[in-house]
């Protein structure tokens, strides 16, 4: 498939060599014409010197017959733009755009750019999975709602949880307990009688505001 | 609560935010106070903000308000919640588009315009309802109009 690109920074240069190798067409948009060279010396002429925020820039790309457009620029404003030209303008399927706070990725959602990719949050999370500190993992927002998360707690070995049913959790009304899985890796659905165990990690639903209640419960 | 104060606010005057005080900014807000309505002007630059003519600021017609327009925390200290009109008049386009989006998705404000000079995205974005105005368009219209006159 043909995929236009936005941006030839780091983000985009690595995106457009995955697709080049994954044996797909694409064209890469950066306004900078010394990092356009620069990647075209690496993936061949596959760049276009101009502004991604513009049609007529979109269109030199080959925006008209392109599957995906994704938006790499280190602008949430440009992104935003780029990907609603491509999608009103050129009826492009699907769009993506990088975008760096909360706020803005809450209004990319809401004007229909199919994948935000909050990249501040990702870093975060990456950073609180790698520390080995207790403390929740925000997995997911759940879709629909505005304030239910999907989230991981790890059972600390001197946690009050450690060898209690869940029954006997005093948990935050709402919460849903919905795997449990074993230091050993092993995934389990979990009932009433489930006891936990240190080094487990829980993954439940609840709301965002008893985040830290539930934390409390469990570590 | 707000920070802004509507007691003596005439009929049919508006409380407008204009986000961006470069010259368009201060000049549109300078017009807009004149015209009797109550004006907060938000830009990231406090030397920008001293650009705006300083009696409608003492006066509190005109409120300026040190924030970065792309921020929902800084929109809501600037009570975008009881506005009536907003303009996003910044020199970027993008920005513009962002914020005035904001405005309208964030926090379902009525009448959001912004300033966007180039054509394809002025086309987009009046295609999705904001009210888009160019300003070299305009200056151009205006140079063009004056020049059959003579």
Known sequence: MHVVIIGAGLVGSSVAGWLIAAGHEIAVIDRDADRCAAMENELGSVTVTGDGTEGEVLARAGAARAEAVIATSGSDADNMVACQLARRQFNVALTAGLVKSDDHARLFNLLGIDAPINIVELITRRIQEALPIEGVVRLMDIPGSNSSVMVTIRVLPGSAAVGRRVRDLTLPVGTLISLVIGRDGTAAIPNENTALSPEDHVVAVTNIDDLDRLRDTLT | ?150
């Not at chain 2, 368009?24 to 705006?52: K, N």
């Not at chain 2, 996003?88 to 959001?112: C, H, K, R, W």
């Open chain 2, 1 to 150: 609560m707000t920070l802004f104060d509507y007691s003596s606010l005439a009929p049919g005057a508006k409380r407008v935010i204009v986000v961006g005080c470069g010259g368009l900014g201060s000049v549109l807000a300078g017009e807009l106070a004149e015209a009797g309505h109550r004006v907060r002007v938000m830009d990231r630059d406090r030397a920008a903000l001293d650009t705006l003519p300083p009696g409608p600021v003492s006066d509190g017609v005109i409120t300026p308000v040190l924030g970065d327009g792309t921020s929902e925390a800084d929109l809501l200290r600037a009570s975008i919640r009881d506005v009536d009109l907003f303009i996003a008049a910044t020199g970027s386009d993008s920005t513009n588009a962002l914020v005035a989006q904001m405005a309208q998705y964030l926090f379902d404000v009525q009448t959001a315009v912004c300033r966007i000079d180039e054509p394809s995205r002025k086309l987009l974005y009046e295609g999705l309802g904001l009210v888009a105005i160019s300003a070299t368009g305009l200056a151009s219209e205006a140079i063009m109009t004056a020049t059959k006159g003579e």
